[in-house]
């Protein structure tokens, strides 16, 4: 079945600037909203076992609630998703430094990174299905980057055979060479209200990327199997979530980037499912990363549409991604996006009972 999309006024940023909802709805009733700050994923209504439909990310109600809101939620990240050690990188020789906004570390892009800026929407066609196309640019030097960059997220949403699934494609072009890692930062609870200890995860991913005290990777490239980030068969978060384990320890729960197998195509590398609601997500991605997060940080702060404040572990990220701190640790891959080239990735979220 295919969408229709609709675009109102959301309110004003704190500078004035206007903020629109644009709301992909099917024919079902399901349906995707995103908010042109921070090209954010704002809702994603799907239905549970019983058919009634409902939120299964964290929904802020107003502008002022996301910009109150530390966490990055429902955001498009960048230029560089995750942390940067010490907020330094090298490209070509050249030294750069980026504002540090998580203790030592630039985290998603510093401290004023694309979560805050207004992207530009635009109504688009993803192989026959509308979808709305979120575009910013960022000049050279902003938070430090070396390049004027143009990036793009396009957002479209599909029913078949009983899913709801709902296609993230990014590209993004730069006229000098700069790191870029972008990914979408949307807690998910697939039961609604309540912990996740509960949601049973699946993950594609013989390895993972142990932490150092300031939750950058180490370089290590660590086998899963024996430890609590073996999730290669369906597993509670809650079974070793408060296992002692230094790593999770360090973290505070799960907050580590996943090293994905399979070759660099979009395939299936994440399972998660709610046992009260009966919803299932299944998550694919051509990206060789994923960081795990369990909303360690959480607060209760945040307050959803319903009123409902959102504590520790009553979300879970899956940020698609290329490996953190790569920029700096070239055994991690290559970040650097150089003119002429295009970073393109595509991550689909698709859900079902």
């Known amino acids: 079945m295919t969408a229709t999309l609709h675009s109102t006024p959301f309110g004003r940023t704190r500078r004035g600037e206007p903020v629109e909802r644009w709301e992909l709805r099917l024919p079902s009733g399901a349906s995707a909203a995103v908010l042109t700050r921070g090209a954010t994923l ?21 502008v002022a609630a996301y910009e109150a809101a530390d966490g990055y939620p429902g955001a498009v990240v960048g230029r560089v998703a995750n942390r940067i050690a010490g907020g330094r990188f090298r490209v070509d020789g050249v030294s750069f430094a980026v504002p540090v906004n998580d203790g030592t570390n630039a985290l998603h892009g510093g401290s004023e990174g694309f979560d805050q800026r207004v992207w530009t929407a635009t109504e ?6 509308p979808g709305v196309r979120m575009s910013l640019r960022s000049n050279d030097g902003d938070m ?14 599909r029913e078949e055979g009983g899913s709801v699934s709902l296609r993230l494609d990014y590209v993004a072009t730069a006229d000098a060479a700069t790191p870029v890692n972008l990914t979408n930062h949307a807690y998910f609870a697939l039961d609604g209200a309540g912990p996740v200890e509960d949601h049973v995860v699946r993950l594609s991913a013989s390895r993972y990327l142990p932490i150092d005290a300031n939750l950058v990777p180490t370089g290590e490239l660590a086998p899963v199997e024996g430890t609590p980030f073996d999730f290669s068969t369906p597993t509670r978060i809650g079974e070793h979530l408060r296992d002692a384990d230094e790593q ?19 395939r299936p590398v994440a399972t998660v499912s709610g046992p009260r609601s009966g919803r299932s997500l299944e998550v694919r991605t051509d990206l060789p990363g994923l960081q795990f997060y369990t909303g360690n940080f959480l607060t209760g702060a945040w307050r959803t549409i319903e009123g409902r404040p959102v504590r520790q572990g009553d979300a879970l990220c899956l940020e698609t991604q290329l490996l953190p701190d790569a920029v700096n640790q070239p055994l991690l891959g290559d970040s650097v996006l150089r003119p002429g080239a295009e970073f393109t990735t595509t991550t689909e979220y698709s859900f079902s009972v």
Do not use: E, K, N, W
């Open 124 to 129: 688009v066609s993803v192989d026959g299905v």
């Open 248 to 266: 999770l320890l360090t973290a505070g729960g799960y907050d580590h980037c996943m090293v994905l197998d399979g070759p660099g195509s979009l």
């Open 144 to 157: 430090g980057f070396p390049g004027a960059l143009d990036a793009c997220v396009t957002y479209s949403l």
């Open 42 to 62: 704002q809702q994603v209504r799907v239905p549970d076992a019983s058919g009634r439909i409902g939120d299964v990310v964290v929904a802020l109600p107003d």
